[in-house]
């Protein structure tokens, strides 16, 4: 199965100019966990995630009102392809320890994909429920 038959196309992203108080009001509107950040082209610069605004912004006193998604925003994103094995972006998942991959093809974010997607598609259950395991334990298995 190839990540463009699970993945969520329609991506709701932000720029590295936005609040990050607009980047949570996003969140919580559309129920995601994470936003892609990109530039106008949709060429992804970050991730902001719901946890990068806990641990950067709020715990660290700074006003989300004032602080910018690019301040705050992870980098360094492990991605996948439309036409990559949904096995592959599960080994990338799990060595990486990330619950969710932005999409690209072309430079351009196309799609999200979640272990949440994964488990909904039947044959790939027991592989997101592999992922979910490594990925929640603090301790790396090499």
Known sequence: MKISDIMTANVISISKDESVAAAARLLRRY??????????????RGIVTDRDIATRCVAADADPKTTKVGEIMSRGIITASPGDTVGSAVRSMSSDQVRRLPVIDDGRVVGMVTLCDMARARSCEMEAAEALAEISTNIRRR
């Open 31 to 44: 129920n995601v966990g994470a936003l892609p950040v990109t530039d106008r082209d949709m060429r992804l």
